[in-house]
């Protein structure tokens, strides 16, 4: 079935993609930081690790939009933008269904 | 059944801009059909119309007997295409690539064979991202032959590949066709195409301005053959003036040059000298198909410009 093929190959792709790993990695560190300021300025509690996991979601919720944006952009746009659109649309599809929108 | 039929095929972009216009064309099943024009002709215009990813103004087109539109999937699943424009942009090796393509598919192909048909074998575990133009011209090359399709699609195969790489594509065009595959094959290039296109069709800004086979373009653009001896010593003209095709023929100490009007009496004339005089070198020259090309297309996109120094062929035989 092309649909789980095309999805293969993306992940593939994704798991070697560069920019991926650095966003991944730059979250990560951020998360550190984080955690290694608010545990050096007052010491280890229940309460600090609560302030931590909200200070956390308020970074979160600015950077994730940014990377899904990113993301949703290259997975469309950007398929278009680097050409690799061009091999997917002349693909077959499987023969039982007459939609061309499978693969 | 043709393997393509267009009538009347047309498509405007914005209103003004005509990219192919009233396009009639016939390609029958097993042919190899050369499709020409200078860049902005058509060519891609027409491809995208034959496989749906743009729809036409106006007019129709069948592929295989069925309409490109309402049936665009049954006609994808017996095509294959090398596009233009296209990019590797995933972080996939070459292997992976072809793998992929051969899934989509559903093709029973081993990845190996076909990397091998396209020779990028031996760098098939390199990225395909980082491969120079031509090997990412080869491995596009071999992802379109997966699944052996029954027509190929072939837009402007040639960019970017060596002169080996040119000549070996060729050799698999021919193997393919032989078998039975129709090939519609673009480009920008005429003498490309002359090798291995049963028929060519010229285009020119939208239109299709010729449609012949390479002989025939040449004989009705009038062009001429030169073919010029040179021997040990002085030959005699008129051993060469009854052959038939020779125009004219001139002698110049030992050096004798016939005119001829059909290509073919090129060999005629170096036999009938040959059996009287000892030739130390010949020099053939057509009508350079550059030259034709230009005739056709009215200088392209250069037409306001210095022509460019055209190069006639020369070829020893």
């Known amino acids: 079935m092309s649909a789980i093929s095309v999805a293969k190959k993306d992940f593939r792709g994704a798991k070697r993609s560069r920019l991926l790993w650095a966003a991944a990695v730059v979250l990560g560190l951020i998360a550190a930081f984080a955690a290694y300021v608010s545990g050096t300025a007052t010491g280890a509690s229940t309460r600090t690790v609560q302030e931590l996991f909200v200070l956390l979601a308020q970074v979160l919720a600015v950077l994730l939009p940014i990377v899904a944006l990113v993301a949703t952009y290259l997975a469309i746009a950007g398929e278009r933008e680097g050409g690799g659109i061009k091999f997917l649309l002349p693909c077959r599809t499987p023969a039982e269904t007459s939609s061309s929108a499978n693969c | ?317």
């Open chain 2, 1 to 317: 059944m043709p393997a393509i039929r267009t009538e009347g095929l047309t498509k405007e972009f914005g209103g003004d801009v005509v990219a192919v216009e009233d396009l009639d064309l016939t390609i029958e099943e097993g042919e190899v059909f050369g499709f020409l024009g200078p860049n902005g002709a058509g060519k891609s215009t027409t491809i995208n119309l034959l496989l749906d990813f743009i729809r036409p103004t106006a007019g129709s087109a069948e592929v295989f007997g069925m309409d490109a539109q309402t049936e665009a999937a049954a006609i994808r699943e017996r095509t294959g295409v090398l596009p233009e424009g296209y990019g590797f942009d995933d972080y996939l090796t070459g292997r992976e690539y072809m793998e992929w393509a051969i899934e989509t598919k559903g093709a029973g192909d081993d990845p190996e064979d076909l990397l091998d048909t396209v020779g990028i074998l031996d760098e098939a575990d390199r990225k395909a991202t980082g491969y120079s133009k031509g090997m990412q011209q080869r491995l596009a090359f071999g992802m379109a032959l997966a699944d052996d399709p029954d027509l190929l699609v072939l837009d402007e195969p040639s960019t970017g590949m060596d002169p080996n790489g040119i000549q070996h594509m060729r050799s698999v065009v021919r193997e393919r066709a032989e078998a039975g595959t129709t090939v519609f094959f673009s480009s920008h290039i005429l003498s490309e195409v002359e090798a291995v296109c049963d028929r060519v069709g010229v285009m020119n800004e939208g239109r299709l301005v010729a449609m012949d086979t390479i002989a025939g373009l040449r004989e009705s653009a009038g062009g001429r053959a030169t073919i010029t001896l040179e021997c040990r010593e002085p030959p005699a003209a008129d051993a060469v003036g009854d052959v038939d095709g020779v125009a004219t023929v001139t002698v110049e100490g030992r050096t004798l040059t016939a005119q001829c009007t059909d290509p073919a009496a090129k060999v005629d004339v170096v036999r009938r000298v040959d059996e009287r005089a000892e030739i130390v070198d010949i020099l053939a020259d057509n009508t350079s198909l550059e030259e034709l090309f230009n005739e056709y297309t009215g200088g392209g996109r250069d037409a306001d410009r210095d022509p460019l120094d055209v190069d006639s062929e020369g070829v020893s035989a």
